[in-house]
């Protein structure tokens, strides 16, 4: 150790981590989700049953707009060339090709058109956001009563209607988006919904296609892919909370806690929602009893044991964007006493800390100079016994050596991560973080910054927050993608 005040700890590199594609294959893998698919296929393409062939796709357009679907349909089963991200984005060589099902449009009792004089209405209308999400889930429940002839539903938002999207004021926040995706949840509806500025006048159809192809895939109940080498029989959790106001006392507030329940390779099971009592709030962040977090967790383990045939698991991983509290650590160790270990990480995105990379100097005497790309994506350095800053963001080489930051610019800034409960070395902790940044199935993108426990817990607590009944039984995360 260097006396100097101002020196830092060593860091360390965790490697990029691989995906598998195939339930029995191991060698089937890559860290490279799309060159991945287009190598070998889906994960979930060798399980029977698991998606339907063909994929059966409903439409809900403006009118006169239904063409616009299925000239989608039609332009996802075509090849195409990338114009961007280069390094990264590979050919799309068309739905069948790479998924192995077709995907066609569903009968046509599933083709709704909203009425011709809609645009008209919403612009007389005092709120037009409202009278847009009440058409909007009128045309849903008429689908519903066709469940049996689609398997995911097609939203076309037109360009008129962007300005009628969202809609915030003093009592209201209103979100078109969060407001379906609560609605579909409920009802068991597999829900894309594609906004005609960006899904059909993008230049770049390669990377439209790719996004889309995906999310059709994932939202019809396929796996693209997993995590690989990953400890068996572990969980990942992630908590979030939603305030949510009173219906009539604009004063009183509820909490809902949203418990998200993950498989050892990332594979989101489901997700439980429901009102807590024994809760205080600091700083709108609610932290729950001991009592109550114990029901939390015992929940979370009824998931689990759902789709793992009984079996608890032997190691609990659980992530959470606000400190642990006493209280809530006692009702962890409740909930999991026969855990093997219990990890309670606190993932804090807003931290002061930058990392450069200086490359090393060209001759003997000279300095570092910063380097063309910013630190390695997986770099992390221990701060002390409990916390350690790790980059989910950063430059990950592509073939051929080729340099390549997700983001383009700026600087990455770090997580800070802090272990509240657990033991061992953190570098099993940045790898399963790193990781899980990996397992969003509604883009093309090679990671996000934050984990997908506490990526799907902001969009859990944002949806959540507007649901207009919510029911304490579990959800599957397909219908939020």
């Known amino acids: 150790m260097s006396p100097s005040p101002y020196s830092l700890p060593a860091h360390y590199i965790v490697p990029e981590p691989e995906l598998i594609f195939h339930p029995e294959r191991s060698s089937d893998r890559d860290h490279h989700p799309l060159r991945g698919l287009l190598t070998y296929g889906p994960f979930s393409r060798s399980i029977i049953t698991q998606v339907c062939d063909p994929i059966r796709v409903a439409f809900v357009t403006a009118y006169g707009q239904g ?122 509806l597999p829900l894309q919904i594609l906004r005609e500025t960006r899904a059909f006048t993008y230049p770049c159809r390669c990377s439209v296609m790719w996004r889309v192809a995906i999310a059709l895939y994932c939202k019809a109940g396929g796996i693209p892919w997993k995590l ?37 390779d990332g594979v989101g099971l489901e997700f439980i929602a429901y009102d807590v009592d024994d809760v205080r709030v600091e700083r709108n962040d609610p932290y729950l009893g001991r009592g109550e977090m114990r029901r939390v967790m015992s929940r979370s383990l009824a998931l689990y044991q759902r789709r793992n045939a009984g079996r608890v698991p032997k190691r609990v991983v659980i992530h959470k964007s606000t400190p642990f509290k006493p209280e809530e650590i006692d009702g962890c160790f409740d909930a999991w006493p026969n855990t093997r270990g219990l990890d309670l990480i606190h993932i804090q995105q807003d931290v002061m800390w930058r990392g450069v990379q200086i490359n090393p100097p060209q001759r003997s005497g000279a300095k570092g100079t910063p380097g063309r790309y910013p630190c390695r994506r997986g770099s992390y350095m221990q701060l002390d016994g409990r916390n350690v800053l790790l980059w989910t963001q950063g430059n990950v080489p592509m073939a051929g050596q080729k340099d390549f930051f997700k983001e383009g610019k700026a600087i990455p800034a770090p997580l800070l991560l802090s272990r509240f409960a657990g033991h061992g070395l953190f570098d099993q902790t940045c790898r399963e973080v790193l990781g899980l940044c990996k397992m969003n199935w509604n883009h093309d993108g090679l990671y996000d910054r934050l984990p997908v426990t506490m990526a799907y817990a902001k969009v859990l607590a944002r949806t959540v927050k507007r649901m207009p009944h919510l029911a304490p039984r579990p959800y599957q995360f397909r219908f939020l993608m």
């Open 228 to 264: 690989a080498d990953v400890e068996a029989d572990t969980a990942h959790i992630g908590l979030s909370y939603a305030l949510r106001s009173h219906p009539t006392d604009t004063q009183a507030r509820f909490i809902t806690c949203c418990s998200q329940v993950f498989d050892a």
């Open 67 to 188: 063409g616009l679907a299925t000239s989608l349909l039609s332009e996802v089963e075509s090849r195409h060339m990338p114009k961007e991200r280069r390094a990264y984005l590979l050919e799309f060589p068309g739905f069948q090709r790479l998924f192995g099902v077709r995907v066609v449009p569903a009968a046509t009792t599933c083709h709704i058109e909203l009425p011709s004089g809609l645009e008209s209405d919403l612009a007389r209308s005092q709120k037009p956001h409202i009278l847009l999400a009440d058409t909007l889930t009128r045309a849903l429940s008429h689908l519903q009563a066709n469940r049996n002839e689609f398997d995911v539903v097609l939203l076309v938002v037109p360009t008129a209607w962007e300005q009628w999207l969202v809609f915030r004021d003093e009592g209201e926040d209103f979100d078109l988006h969060d407001y379906l995706k609560a609605v579909t949840a409920a009802r068991n």
